[in-house]
């Protein structure tokens, strides 16, 4: 099959073959609940980058070459002898964690802490190919009116834009505000989920009138432009501060700010990431404040976020490139020219 | 009535006279809904210390000279017209806060979040004197067998040490695990209310041999040595992190350490203060870590804390002084000559 | 003042007068927290009859005559001194219970549990009437764009409806389903705040036409005719059957036909009242059911409820008559010929 | 292999062979996730009465004959080639339901919800003999201290205990009462659940004297009489009302009594099965009751329990025959002369 690996990081990112393309052999079942699947789109992530640049070499130790791309969806393939959850032609996504189902956080249903999982795309061979290995626990059968390619992107972003949001929705009685920081790939997902699961009021917080204006026609009414003022904003809008804080950029100041923004007993939920959260004892204290960081989500989340898609409910912007476009496709996010996310469709 | 007063700040604590003994007028009833109380005990605080530093003037601005003391109990003296809860005679122990009952937190029954609430002590006159002015709302009538004096310290050291305590709790199912940092007033008290509220293991983590024996006295069975060490000995007890570390410390290192010790999902509370919490963002999202600020509990946590202290399932290590002895137990305080929670007896 | 009075029960519901017209002395502030409301609307409802059919009787022991109407805003006219929460002046709704602020219940957020409290138009005079005495802790102001006359109904239907609903949005994630039996002055309230509260797919289910009518109108897509075959429509509607049930009919077969309707897990909500729950104790294992009860809602969930009002995203009908039509009003509502919520207008 | 098999219902349970014992072929592993467990111990419940008697053939069709035990241990002696949670030799309790891992139930870690759940002992051949199969998601390793012939009747008495007790303990706080009717083999592991699980007050009520001396000598404080005077006493102790009550009978009137015991908003959590719960819907709603369901836990909470068993912090009286004594021991547990659990040991 065609697939695109990674063979050396490059810190700069400036390299114009990012990643290889490369003729490889398909991947095969090899235990009996494994599920292969065709590709039917990988969604391009800004972690893709970050594992280019070799930031998560000290998280996760992964050998070079191998395939990125973890935000997968297409159609069953082939199945191990066990697997009775889907057959060859459903289409399916992807959850990006390969999990045991047999460790204490599996068995309490939180998957992502599984402590035997691996990761397609991040410790192993991912979807920026024609096929993908993984596991029957992993897929979950997609809606009639759905199409892998449109909803690839949400198996992680949107995975992790659901965790949060759906955290901050069980504070948020009406009356209550959310300010989301950043609306851009996750942020535009997560005021969606947010809207849907409370009726909480929400504030969006960018730096960039374009991404204002997108939330303006997606009827969120209020904004407020990010930068030095951001902070004075949003208290003024919340009348003293917000109750919950969403930090889709979790750096170059805005764990500062957005906590700054928070009233008496809210919680700073951090997704972004890159700075440093840093905040004395006792302002930690004196007011009550809740830091909540969030990793992706786990499969029921997955489930629910595919019931709102197909409900209507959550609307992605995404835009296709052909997997031999993925250095294309990169130095689109890189240079800042890709609006909405980028989808690799083989 | 006899009182001690804060006349000067004193950042070095070398005063000998820190507060002075002064004769003043006692308070009276002004609102129908005013408790006059007779100090039976007034607890003294590491709080009481930092007022005197002038530590607390960023947060509470109010000038000098007031009496200080914010852990108090005795006996009702005289009531307003509307007082209906409690009559003269009644033994009663005095939540810090004095709160308007009308506020959305107030309603919500988050007291210590009141947008009008005063804090007889911090931010008015206190305790440390034969009388005290405070409010209905917050008087709690002792059971019969807890004598004021005896109890005085959990109004605010106890309630804070309660509330954290309970939040963690709620998390600690059995087999899990939860570290205290801090094995001195407010330590002692949260490892008890942890052990009666759930059946999570507790590790006592204490840089004093003398209080990591108290800790076995107590039957506390997992024990470690505060210092360079603690980290890895949280994690090898726990066989990976501890699901909840409560830290009585919040200053030199222990915010670092004790983010470090936890596992997966787990969460930091932070009651001591002083230092800064700083973690990177990745950190907090790659793990999936919270991190919980703690503030003095609401009142129907100071009553349950009573119901525990009444059945005996927590115990409060105190030692007397005589109020016009306040400045030598201050000194003894800041000398660590002072084992127990002092407190003052008019 | 004008109000009209319980002088006799009736339990035909037959006489032409149930209430009578009466010239009495206004209220007067006798305790500090007083509040008088001018009445601007006092809503009307199926409990009043109950009230005057003698129902009641076993619940609440009331001495005749005594002003019934327990749904009641309008606008502040005097307070007694220690007021702060409104002045003179400001529209109000009126918390139906009127509670002491210092009861466990209270303390805890759940004053409609207080030990002390006492209904207005139940147990005391009530708002069909000019004039109406309550307490500080049960007065709202209302947002700007929210007249009294229009909210009325909120006070006690409106907040019975919500609490109701509110509590089965914690548990319903999505892609479960809510059957809501009973489109009426209640259900219909419900079906707008379950939407607003959380993403659950809802099941409007009612045994008239002109009901099922309004529930499309209002943008209620799954819609079920009650009766004999309900159970097995919302069985297949929900592919084994509801995670929650809310029944605001109660009586006639409905708490059978409501549990009927439950997939494994799930929870009967009982509103309405009438009949009787039965239930072999072997289904309520096997399948692990819950049913819970809902009395009124405390006054953060009145809050609550009044900014969904203020926001658009609850509305209510309602049909206005003078205070003098209100035995005609009544007699419409007993007829059959009240839709919406009837409101007395002084 | 020797087993003991259900070849005809008896509505009487008179007959003397109420299970044949027979020589029989040892199961085998059929899937790649299946576990043979050599059996250790079997608990003797009185569902296998119910079974015997024909009464759960509403709720399961099963063709006899079949194999009956649900409570089972032992050591591991065979595995499927997918199998890693556990190897030969390993000592393990059996959770009761096999399950699919893969429905929406399992993969939110209610297992007992399973959409394709079998039921070893119920559906399916059991553990009253010297093998059992089920699967790798339904064993737990058994800590070193712990042999599986004393915990066998964790597995379903002991699980089902565990869950209700641990409902109720998110609701009691310090101060709150919960009363437990009936101390037999489910109460007393329920009571020791709930001293551990948190604080609040337990008020133990039979109307056996033996087992309200067994009561006292486990460190029960509170004890009352079963039979006309139990609503009384309880109310008395509870000034009011208890806010849990859990009822491990279910018939003969405690279902009635049960919620007669509560108080305002109080809950009733039903276990015991036999009888009715019949309630007018206007006493749920007037003082906001809730009836909670039962099924056995989720494996989750076997773990936990196993923890709380480990730790000493709850323990089981049993009695052991031998696997050819299981008729005599079931008319042991008919006649009453059955005190602690039985369990048969092959």
């Known amino acids: 099959m065609r697939a695109a690996r990674l063979h050396t990081f490059d810190e700069t990112l400036k390299r114009e073959e990012l990643l290889q393309l490369e003729e490889l052999p398909n991947p095969q079942v090899q235990e009996p609940d494994d599920v292969i699947v065709r590709i039917g789109g990988a969604g391009l992530c800004r ?8 930031i998560w070499r000290a998280k996760v130790d992964r050998p ?6 973890h935000e997968n969806a297409g159609w069953v393939h082939d199945v191990g002898t066990t697997v009775r959850l889907v057959k060859p032609g459903d289409p399916v996504i992807v959850h990006p ?3 045991d189902g047999t460790c204490p956080a599996c068995r309490r249903g939180e998957d992502m802490h599984c402590q035997n999982g691996w990761f397609p795309g991040i410790s192993h061979d991912g979807g920026f190919a024609q096929f993908l290995r993984t596991k029957e626990r992993s897929v979950i059968k997609l809606p009639a009116n759905l199409e892998p390619k449109d909803v690839a992107p949400y198996a992680d972003a949107g995975l992790t834009a659901y965790r949060a949001a759906r955290k ?17 790939g996750l942020g535009h997902i997560a005021a969606q989920v947010l809207r849907s699961l409370c009726a909480g009021t929400i504030i969006i917080v960018d730096t960039s009138e374009q991404a204002l204006k997108l939330a303006e026609d997606m009827g969120f009414e209020h904004r407020v432009m990010g ?5 004075d904003d949003v208290k003024r809008l919340t009348e003293g501060g917000a109750d919950a804080v ?6 170059k100041g805005t764990p500062e700010q957005g906590m700054a ?11 972004g ?8 004892t006792i302002d930690l204290i004196f007011s009550e404040f809740n830091i909540v960081g969030n990793l992706v989500g786990n499969y029921p989340e997955l489930s629910e976020l595919m019931t709102l898609a197909a409900q209507g409910k959550v609307k992605l912007a995404t835009r296709a490139y052909r997997l031999d476009q993925v250095n294309e496709a990169m130095h689109d996010l890189i240079g800042g020219r890709l609006t909405g996310r980028g989808v690799l469709v083989p």
Chains 1, 2, 3, 4 share one sequence.
């Open 261 to 271: 923004m928070l009233g008496r007993g809210g919680t700073y939920y951090v997704v």
């Open 227 to 231: 930068g030095g003022g951001m902070v």
């Open 97 to 99: 964690l390969a999990t």
């Open 273 to 280: 990431y890159g700075g440093m959260v840093q905040v004395p």
């Open 168 to 184: 901050a929705s069980e504070i948020l009685k009406p009356g209550m505000t959310a300010a989301i920081i950043g609306f851009g």
């Open 246 to 251: 969403i930090d889709f950029v979790g750096e």
């Open 64 to 69: 070079l070459p191998y395939i990125l791309g």
């Open 47 to 54: 972690t893709d980058l970050h594992i280019v640049e070799g």
